[in-house]
């Protein structure tokens, strides 16, 4: 029942290893985001999708690389981690890339670099 | 100056009482105001959208001032489950993308 889901809940690696995070909204919607939530707190928007099309990308590193093989799915790889990689990553959805409708949050998957 | 500032908190308040958030954003041709409410390690989740004319939605109330650029979010009759950070949102002026706040955040007591 879970309508933006995102795996793994918490991912503990070393630096210069190669990761996945995965997403599935059950919603019907159209457009997904990626965000990142730094220690302090702030959110801040990484990537949009629309339709598995990229419409945003916020001068996100190289090593970030989203893909959206159908419109219910944005997963996130990252090439070799670095500590400043370590946040509370957050998937979203919305029924369209107008932000005038509510952004539906998955349960963010927390990523340690050591 | 951050797009979007806000005061971190905490505001401790006792249960009942009436609280007060504000927010500044540095966009003016920003279009679309919201405030979202997230719990301790948890997702961010829509509290309400803030329109022009001021907005109520039972105990809260969203307030826009264009020219000052601020938005103001009260909170009436403060319950302990209203203890969480609150983030203050404005769009681009695309309206394509958000810029969130770093949040206030607030603790009820008994």
């Known amino acids: 029942d879970t309508a933006v889901s995102q795996t793994p809940k918490y991912l503990v690696t070393q630096m210069g290893n190669d990761k996945s995070i995965k997403c599935e909204q059950n919603?019907?919607?159209?457009?997904m985001y990626w965000y990142k939530q730094d220690s302090k707190k702030f959110l801040k928007i990484m990537f949009s999708y629309n339709n598995k099309e990229l419409i945003i990308n916020e001068t996100v590193p190289n090593r970030f690389s989203p893909k959206s093989p159908d419109k219910a799915h944005l997963n996130l790889h990252i090439n070799s981690l670095e500590l400043g990689d370590s946040a509370v990553y957050f998937c979203?959805?919305?029924?369209?890339?107008?932000?005038?409708?509510?952004?539906?949050f998955g349960p963010g998957t927390r990523l340690t670099v050591t | 100056r951050k797009e979007v500032e806000q005061d971190p908190g905490p505001f401790n308040v006792p249960e009942g009482a009436t609280v007060a958030f504000n927010c500044t954003y540095s966009?003016?041709?920003?279009?679309?105001f919201f405030w979202y409410r997230q719990d301790c390690r948890k997702e961010p989740k829509l509290l309400m959208s803030v329109y022009s004319s001021g907005n109520e939605d039972g105990r809260f109330t969203a307030q826009l001032n264009r020219a000052s650029q601020y938005i103001s979010l009260l909170i009436r009759d403060s319950k302990l489950s209203d203890s969480a950070t609150y983030l203050c949102v404005v769009s681009n002026n695309a309206g394509n993308m958000l810029t969130f706040g770093g949040g206030t955040r607030l603790m009820v007591k008994p």
């Open positions: 966009n003016s041709a920003s279009q679309s």
């Open positions: 919603l019907g919607h159209d457009t």
């Open positions: 979203a959805s919305s029924q369209a890339r107008d932000i005038f409708y509510e952004q539906y």
